[in-house]
């Protein structure tokens, strides 16, 4: 004899599916809803200002500590990010990859510290934090909403807090639209991403958990500093550099770039400390790597590239041409004897204006 259900458990069911019904009927009218609204007019420059110098601040200001998640194109990378201030506005952060090799970054206001595990080595350098997520602002100025509108969208979820939601729009082809996240309360930036044509996200870098307003805990990089110190270090210079004394001229091809750094650095090259220098100036000599580049950074206050310039060498093999990946573009060109080489997360149509507008003029000697 066949054993048959129970009546009470035939009712469950037909009650749970006609939930399920229920509920997959609410989704789609949210959708339909959601489709059927029509776009917010551009916020306020004043509302908008305040948003953009808010989100940028927080960045600075707040101590929070969480996992990234970045993404181009098909890579995928997570890191664990710690970032604590104190009341004169020092800034303490500690990145830490968690996939493929070992590596952390330590920095403390913009002398960064990173550490190569296997190497035992320290490379020291100064670099500006301002356009680095979740910073968000290249410059100080709110030149930005001269080339794009700022709308509001729906407020999502985040890393489970609040978001308010907000899309950049270019006036023009030269840049990508932008959609960012920002808590609620804090301003702080959860998620951005870079979108190109027909809304294909290019580009995108989040939080996937977070706790913000933590105990400072900044003794403990500062500790890891100092643990790094017997370690080899080499430190990596800039000097401040003219184009322009050297025969180089580029003038900006593309409305609202601007020129925010000139400088002279080194690539595959690295200069030891004192007392360790014998060692590094072997492994540049023996690698043959050892060269300078000129670095010029553009930017429109939001995003931007670099213009590099070097010499053509028997030792560095390149040649003409273009590739992307993600939102990044790179273009390279020969012009007299250098390499030029642009690199932004910006069209591959503003990549090309700028390596095309790259001139050479000898000095007369």
């Known amino acids: 004899m066949q054993k048959g259900w129970a009546p009470a458990y035939v009712a469950g069911a037909q009650g749970i599916r006609a939930l399920r019904r229920s509920f997959f009927l609410a989704l789609c009218l949210t959708a339909a809803v959601a489709t059927a609204q029509t776009p917010e007019p551009a916020l306020q420059r004043r509302d908008a200002a305040a948003w953009l110098n808010k989100i940028h601040r927080a960045a600075q200001r707040e101590n929070y500590v969480g996992t990234l998640i970045y993404q181009r194109g098909s890579a995928m990378h997570a890191s664990r990010i710690q970032h604590f201030t104190d009341l004169r506005h020092n800034e303490y952060e500690r990145l830490e990859t968690l996939d493929g090799k070992p590596r952390e970054v330590l920095r403390q206001n913009d002398i960064v510290h990173s550490l190569i595990p296997e190497a035992k080595l320290v490379v020291v350098e100064r670099q500006d934090a301002k356009d680095r997520f979740p910073a968000l602002l290249a410059t100080d100025k709110n030149d930005v909403l001269d080339l794009y509108d700022m709308r509001r969208l729906p407020a999502e979820r985040v890393a489970g807090v ?3 939601v907000f899309a950049l729009e270019p006036h023009d082809a030269a840049r990508y639209a932008v959609r960012l996240w920002a808590e609620r309360n804090s301003g702080l930036l959860m998620r951005a991403q870079t979108i190109g044509d027909g809304g294909k996200v290019l580009e995108q870098v989040a939080f996937s958990q977070i706790e913000i307003g933590v105990p400072s805990e900044k003794q403990k990089i500062l500790g890891a500093i100092r643990n790094a110190a017997n370690w080899q270090h080499y430190e990596i210079t800039y000097h401040p550099a003219n184009l322009t004394d050297e ?14 750094r000139e400088v002279r650095r080194p690539l595959g090259e690295m200069h030891a400390h004192k007392g360790r220098e014998g060692a590094a100036e072997r492994a540049a000599n023996e690698s043959g790597q050892a060269f300078e580049v000129l670095q010029v950074v553009y930017s429109d206050g939001l995003t931007g590239l670099s213009v590099f310039i070097e010499p053509v060498s028997e030792h560095r093999s390149r040649r003409e041409g273009v590739a992307s990946m993600g939102a990044t573009q790179v273009m390279v060109r020969r012009v007299a004897d250098h390499w ?16 095309s507008a790259v001139e050479y003029r000898p000095r007369p000697r």
């Open 162 to 164: 609040e978001c308010e």
């Open 247 to 260: 025969g180089w001229a580029i003038p900006v091809p593309v409305k609202g770039f601007q020129k925010i």
């Open 340 to 355: 030029i080489t642009v690199v932004g997360e910006v069209p591959a149509q503003t990549v090309r204006q700028f390596a």
